[in-house]
């Protein structure tokens, strides 16, 4: 079984800065891409940032400068720095993992995978 877990998430002020970690675990075989995505009250789940396993990123136009993706494959684990945060930042943020994974029968199978969520408050 593969689990995502993320942590790091609060409340902060505006221009304030917080860290995100994301952490796989379970029978995985290889870690492909990994990402970030939001979503805020009332609006749609939207990409924030993502990072392939060649280390090349991509990010949201809003987030451009301010954030930053990376990973440790070692300990299977992605971040998200967020710097300058904004109050329009305020979302729950899920992290994502395409993910290659020992399935029942011992056959390697991949799909993508979503972590619990955590709170993001950008607030004075």
């Known amino acids: 079984q593969v689990r995502l877990v993320e942590s790091g998430g609060g409340l902060v002020q505006p221009g304030g800065s917080l860290r995100l970690s994301c952490a796989a675990s379970?029978?995985?075989?290889?870690?492909?891409?990994m990402g970030w995505y939001r979503q805020a009250p009332g609006k749609q789940r939207e990409l924030v940032a993502s990072i392939t396993n060649d280390d090349s990123t991509n990010y949201a136009d809003s987030v451009k400068g301010r954030f930053t993706i990376s990973r440790d494959n070692v300990k299977k684990t992605s971040y998200l720095q967020m710097n300058s945060l904004k109050p329009e930042d305020t979302a729950v943020y899920f992290c994502n993992a395409d993910l290659s994974y020992y399935a029942v029968g011992g056959y390697v199978a991949r799909r993508d995978f979503w972590g619990q969520g955590t709170q993001v408050t950008v607030s004075s």
């Open positions: 379970g029978s995985i075989f290889s870690i492909n891409a």
